[in-house]
């Protein structure tokens, strides 16, 4: 008997069918990592990536033109999720050098100062330069993505060549899927259209919203879900028309990133620490490398606790605090007061710090092939997307 050459072949595998809920970094470092990973074991995937909105999560950019403003084809940008972020571990050093080496990526060397706590109780609010980053061996450097923060999210999105990104999908939380074929997972959109059957279920979702997807799916880890905190932020953007317009505080300031936070030792009775005590950080966006050609923006951030403890507040009454902090912080007056005013609440911004010991970077349902990870996972951080995607495709790999 002869054997044609098609009996004779081993058949073609079928390729791994991978669902990810998210294209936030997370989401998005996942499916790039996995596919190198199968790549290098000559091993077929395939992945399917859901996302509700109509960008890449919490890495997020705004901008905005002056209205009628005939002389200038400027804008307004605000990166108001992430701004920066750290390389820390030799691991994500190396997955950025490509990046780095093709400018998406590129060191921030912002100078940096603090709000000296004593002189703000004098009512003369100081900043003190208290660094470089980037410039000294104890100062890491801090990485931008150019010419916004949103680009380096839309290349890892263009470079996946075994993923599809499904934009302005939301999936309807999971169900139990071990009564039906637990080897499977259905998902379906909140709409009720069917997205297909996966072997594996990885949800990058922010905490609360995993909590939600899960809820009533019997997933094994389930309560330990809760064990992090997250915390909200609210960011407030002002933009100017020209750098001659902007308070000469502004104007004059030799820091691009102002650190608000009012020191322990500093009297908190006071009128103007109690005033300003909302403020987190202030960034000047013009001042970052690529931003040459915006017109005057500043984005700021409010501190965290005191951002969840005004987490369901009207957003105007909001805006109007920390718009008050801000003006009292660089002192406008009407010639001076910003041209464009805009506010953004976070509900999940930060990892609460608190939550050092016993962190896990995923959490497994080995049965159901259902995997919940995502940077609040670790310190909430964007490195913290890089090693949660990291130890999440160890486990896919090895599984
Ligand atoms: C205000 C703010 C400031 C920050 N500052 C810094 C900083 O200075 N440095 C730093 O390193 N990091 C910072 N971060 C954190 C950083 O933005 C994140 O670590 C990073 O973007 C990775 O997030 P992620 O992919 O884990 O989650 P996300 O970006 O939140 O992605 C999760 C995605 O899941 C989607 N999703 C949720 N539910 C569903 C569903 N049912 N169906 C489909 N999709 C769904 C969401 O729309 C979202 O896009 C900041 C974040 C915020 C908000």
Redesign the pocket.
């Known amino acids: 008997m002869t054997i044609n050459q098609s009996q004779s072949q081993s058949p073609i595998p079928i390729p791994i069918n991978i669902a990810i809920?998210?294209?936030?970094?997370?989401?998005l470092i996942t499916a790039d990592l996995l596919e190198q990973a199968f790549k290098r074991q000559n091993r077929p995937i395939t992945i399917t990536i859901?996302?509700?909105?109509a960008?890449?999560?919490?890495?997020a950019t705004r901008y905005q033109t002056p209205p009628t403003d005939a002389i200038s084809t400027k804008h307004w940008q605000f990166d108001?999720?992430?701004?920066?972020?750290?390389a820390k571990t030799a691991a994500f050093q190396a997955y950025l050098q490509p990046w780095l080496d093709s400018g998406i990526i590129e060191p921030w060397q912002a100078v940096v100062a603090v709000l000296d706590s004593d002189a703000i109780v004098d009512k003369a609010v100081q900043p003190t330069i208290t660094a470089q980053w980037g410039s000294a061996q104890h100062e890491q450097p801090r990485y931008i993505s150019s010419p916004k923060m949103t680009t380096w999210g839309r290349a890892i999105a263009k470079k996946l060549t075994h993923s599809t990104i499904h934009y302005k999908?939301?999936?309807s939380p999971l169900a139990d899927n071990t009564v039906v074929n637990a080897s499977k997972t259905p998902l379906v959109d909140i709409e009720g259209n069917q997205l297909g059957e996966f072997d594996w279920v990885i949800c990058?979702?922010?905490q609360a919203?995993a909590i939600d997807?899960l809820a009533n799916s019997d997933f094994a880890q389930q309560d330990a879900l809760k064990t992090p905190t997250m915390l909200a932020?609210y960011?407030l953007m002002l933009g100017w028309k020209s750098l001659s317009a902007m308070p000469q505080r502004l104007h004059d300031a030799k820091w691009s990133v102002l650190e608000c936070k009012v020191a322990d030792n500093a009297d908190h009775s006071s009128h103007v620490n109690s005033r300003i005590s909302c403020l987190g950080k202030v960034f000047i966006e013009h001042h970052k490398p690529n931003r040459d050609h915006l017109l005057p923006s500043i984005t700021i951030?409010a501190d965290n606790d005191w951002s969840q403890a005004h987490v369901d507040d009207d957003i105007r009454e909001v805006q109007d605090q920390l718009l008050d902090a801000v003006q009292h912080l660089v002192q406008w007056d009407d010639s001076s007061a910003p041209a464009h005013i805009d506010c953004h609440r976070?509900r999940?911004?930060?990892t609460k710090a608190n939550h050092a010991t016993g962190r896990q970077l995923a959490y497994v349902d080995s049965k159901k092939h259902w995997i919940v990870t995502?940077?609040?996972c670790d310190a909430?951080?964007?490195?913290?997307?890089y090693k949660?995607a990291s130890h999440v495709v160890q486990l896919l790999v090895e599984a």
């Open positions: 809920i998210g294209a936030g970094l997370t989401g859901f996302e509700k909105s960008g890449v999560g919490r890495l108001f999720g992430a701004q920066y972020f750290t999908t939301r999936v990058t979702a922010p919203q997807l932020c960011t951030y976070w999940y911004a930060a995502g940077d609040w909430g951080r964007i490195e913290s997307g949660a």
